[in-house]
Structures are given as structure tokens and as C-alpha cells.
């Protein structure tokens, strides 16, 4: 047995070693299932991109509804209000989703609601102004992202 095949021998049972290692001790082989298991926005990719989605045209469908407000028009009141109490749950969703957090599910939840009211306010203008429609859209997308989480 030359030098290169003993060092190939080696490296073979080595990793045999490893495997059975891994096998008999179920703490290891936990760690070892964890670090193949995805973690942060590849674990909540939906969640995820839906909630940014949703932050964006969040953000259009107020800039939207500050214009008409401020015309003296109060018919988009209500949309401002969902609107506004929605952005703040999606950027949280978002964050949350990043880091992997145990807290996501929770504030997912709540998020949900936020959103189905705010695409239940935005519906009414949805016909009208394609900011409200963009809102609405993806209000339900995050909504039901957010109940899968």
C-alpha cells in the first residue's frame, strides 16, 4: 500500500467514524438536522415577501389618501387608518421573518387582521384609485401568508 491509498483509507474511515457518530448521539445529529434546515428569509420567504409587498404599496395607498385628505375630500379617512395601522405590522413581519424570530407566528397573526382590514377599506376605493387596488392585492397576499406562518 503506497502513501496516496493509505491516506484515502484513512479519510474513508474517518467519515465513517463521523456518520456513526452523529448516529449514536442525537444531540449532534439534532445540530447537524439544524444547520440543513433553512433559517431566516429562506425559512419565511413568503412571509417575508409579502410583508415588504405589502409595506411598499402600503406606503403608495397613504401617499394617496394624504393627497385627497388634504384636498378637504374625507371619503379616504378610513383607508388612511387601516393603512397606517397596517405598515408598522408588516415591517415588523418583515424584520421578524429575517431573523428567524420564535416571536413571528404571534405578530403574523395579529399582522393578518391588520391586513384583511385594511383590504376590507381599501376594496371600497378599489375600483377608483389603483393605489387602493395595489393595497388591497397585496393586503390579501400578506394576509394569507401571514395565517400560513
Same mark, same amino acid.
Given at each position: 500500500m503506497n502513501r496516496r491509498d493509505a491516506l484515502k483509507t484513512? /479519510? @474513508?474511515?474517518?467519515? !465513517?467514524?463521523?456518520?456513526a457518530a452523529l448516529a449514536a448521539d442525537p444531540v449532534k445529529a439534532d445540530a447537524a438536522k439544524a444547520a440543513t434546515k433553512p433559517?431566516?428569509?429562506?425559512?419565511?420567504?413568503?412571509?417575508?415577501? /409579502? @410583508?415588504?409587498?405589502? !409595506?411598499?404599496a402600503g406606503q403608495e395607498c397613504?401617499?394617496?389618501c394624504v393627497r385627497s385628505l388634504s384636498t378637504g375630500d374625507k371619503m379616504m379617512?378610513?383607508?388612511?387608518?387601516?393603512?397606517?395601522?397596517m405598515l408598522p405590522l408588516c415591517a415588523a413581519v418583515a424584520e421578524l421573518s429575517m431573523?428567524?424570530?420564535a416571536h413571528l407566528k404571534a405578530l403574523a397573526a395579529v399582522c393578518a387582521k391588520a391586513c384583511r382590514d385594511c383590504e376590507?377599506?381599501?376594496?371600497?376605493?378599489?375600483?377608483h384609485h389603483?393605489?387602493?387596488?395595489a393595497c388591497m392585492e397585496s393586503c390579501a397576499k400578506c394576509?394569507?401568508?401571514?395565517?400560513?406562518?
Amino acid at each position: 500500500m503506497n502513501r496516496r491509498d493509505a491516506l484515502k483509507t484513512t /479519510a @474513508a474511515a474517518g467519515a !465513517v467514524l463521523s456518520f456513526a457518530a452523529l448516529a449514536a448521539d442525537p444531540v449532534k445529529a439534532d445540530a447537524a438536522k439544524a444547520a440543513t434546515k433553512p433559517s431566516g428569509i429562506a425559512a419565511h420567504k413568503d412571509v417575508y415577501e /409579502a @410583508a415588504l409587498a405589502c !409595506v411598499r404599496a402600503g406606503q403608495e395607498c397613504l401617499d394617496h389618501c394624504v393627497r385627497s385628505l388634504s384636498t378637504g375630500d374625507k371619503m379616504m379617512a378610513e383607508c388612511a387608518g387601516t393603512v397606517r395601522a397596517m405598515l408598522p405590522l408588516c415591517a415588523a413581519v418583515a424584520e421578524l421573518s429575517m431573523l428567524d424570530s420564535a416571536h413571528l407566528k404571534a405578530l403574523a397573526a395579529v399582522c393578518a387582521k391588520a391586513c384583511r382590514d385594511c383590504e376590507a377599506a381599501c376594496k371600497k376605493h378599489s375600483g377608483h384609485h389603483a393605489e387602493c387596488k395595489a393595497c388591497m392585492e397585496s393586503c390579501a397576499k400578506c394576509a394569507a401568508a401571514c395565517e400560513k406562518a
